[in-house]
C-alpha cells in the first residue's frame, strides 16, 4: 500500500535530503533550483529529473541562462513506497541522483553506486 503523507511533509523530506549534502558539493552546485512535483506529464512513473546544463559541460559561453531544474516527483514515490522510512531513503537517493546530473555524473555510475 502507497504511503500517504502531507505535501509538507515531503517537501521537508527533501529540504532534509538536501540538508544532507556535503557543505563543499551544495556550495558548488550553481543556477539551479529544486521542484517538486506531484508527477512527470508524460512519464508518470519518473521519480526525479534533471533538466538544464551540468557543470561539466559549462565554459566560457555559458551565460544568461535560466537556472537549471532538479524536478522530485512526490505521487510516484509514495506510489512505490511501503513505509515512512521507505520514502525517506527514496527522496534522500532521487535527490542525489539529480544533484549528481548537475555535477555531470551519468546514470550509470548513479546506479553502479547505488543512487538510482
Do not use: K
Amino acid at each position: 500500500m502507497a504511503v500517504s503523507m502531507s505535501d509538507d511533509e515531503f517537501e521537508n523530506l527533501v529540504g532534509d535530503a538536501l540538508d544532507s549534502i556535503p557543505e563543499e558539493l551544495a556550495e558548488a552546485m550553481s543556477n539551479v533550483v529544486i521542484l517538486i512535483e506531484p508527477r512527470h506529464p508524460e512519464d508518470p512513473h519518473l521519480l526525479g529529473l534533471y533538466h538544464g546544463v551540468a557543470l561539466t559541460h559549462r565554459d566560457t559561453t555559458y551565460a544568461g541562462y535560466l537556472p537549471d531544474t532538479i524536478t522530485i516527483y512526490r505521487e510516484p514515490i509514495l506510489a512505490m513506497c511501503q513505509t515512512h522510512a521507505q520514502v525517506v531513503h527514496e527522496v534522500a537517493v532521487t535527490v542525489v541522483h539529480e544533484i549528481g546530473h548537475h555535477f555531470g555524473i551519468d546514470d550509470a555510475w548513479l546506479h553502479a553506486h547505488g543512487w538510482g
